[in-house]
């Protein structure tokens, strides 16, 4: 499943989903994206959101740091890259994510 959390307000969700959806479809993966609002502090405890917007693929969060982090709340999220601090996650994080997916997952 490829998931992608955000809060209305955050201005990097509406950009991204494209973005992914382009790179999914360069990558061979036919999976939709589910998109989910998280609306109060508590659903943001609840699903461990680290920021808007946050790419889950088959439930692991893309980013490597996530499972150590524990800064949840309603906020738009920052991403270390190559670049600088960018509102999007590194498409090689993507990438990443997609190549440890069990074989036959990748692609329908």
């Known amino acids: 499943m490829i998931e992608v959390l955000y809060f209305d307000g955050c201005p990097s969700h509406e950009g991204f989903v494209p973005h992914l959806q ?9 999976d939709p994206i ?17 920021g808007s917007p946050t790419l889950r693929i088959d439930g692991v969060d893309v980013d490597p740091t996530a499972a150590q982090r524990t800064d949840y709340g309603l906020q738009c999220r ?9 509102g999007t996650p590194p498409d090689k994080w993507i990438l990443a994510a997609l190549q440890r997916r069990p074989s036959g997952s990748a692609a329908g």
């Open 78 to 86: 920052l991403y270390p890259t190559e670049h600088g601090l960018r």
């Open 22 to 30: 382009a790179l999914l479809d360069a990558a061979g993966v036919d």
């Open 34 to 50: 589910r998109e989910r609002a998280v609306e109060t502090d508590a659903d943001a405890q609840a699903h461990r959101f680290l």
